[in-house]
């Protein structure tokens, strides 16, 4: 049974992160935190969205009364690197989005991580069959609190950040398929 205090999921990202909340298994909050240094490759990009990305966090932590400022589990997809017929992009971009990931479980002082790879958490469906999948397990209450960036092309990291939580809390089950005999 996963735990049921304060739940962050983070998709992680050069550039930014999308973020969600979970408290009581219920969705609170869910963001894209931008990074605030344009490349987003190096060892102070990476820091410094860390530390958004901690202070988001503090700050819905706050909101929900818990001073101690820590959440109870970070959950992180972390990257893998899959065989050449499945690669996509620069594969040196792996490098950096490792470390933004490990610098976001640091910074936010959780008192425990789980890493996920993509594929543990959603398989190989397609990216926008999977963000329209996630959004149906979300109640109407839950879609309020999503707040989508400007940039459209930004929003699949926020609901994957909520289909990393689902996941976690065992809500992101697919449907069943029965077949006729």
Not at 16 to 44: E, M, P, Q, Y
Not at 141 to 167: Q, T, Y
Request: some cysteine; hydrophobic content about 40%; aromatic content about 8%.
């Amino acid at each position: 049974m996963p735990s049921m205090g304060y739940i962050g999921a983070v998709d992680p990202g050069c550039r930014g992160c999308g973020v969600s909340f979970w408290g009581a298994g219920t969705l609170k909050a869910a963001a894209h935190i931008k990074n605030r240094i344009n490349n987003g490759l190096g060892l102070d990009s990476a820091a410094i969205l860390g530390e958004d990305v901690a202070r988001w966090y503090r700050e819905q932590l706050m909101q929900e009364g818990a001073f101690n400022g820590r959440l109870s589990r970070l959950v992180v997809e972390v990257p893998r690197v899959y065989p050449m017929a499945s690669q996509k992009g620069d594969q040196n971009d792996l490098i950096a989005l490792s470390l933004v990931a490990g610098v976001i479980a640091g910074a936010t002082r959780s008192e425990d991580v789980l890493q996920y790879f993509p594929r543990e958490w959603k398989g190989t469906k397609d990216p926008d069959e999977m963000t329209d999948y996630i959004q149906t397990r979300v109640t109407k209450d839950e879609k309020k609190a999503v707040v989508l960036p400007n940039a459209r092309g930004l929003a699949h990291n926020v609901w994957d950040s909520v289909g990393i939580g689902l996941h976690y809390l065992g809500r992101l089950v697919p449907p069943r398929v029965f077949h006729k005999e």
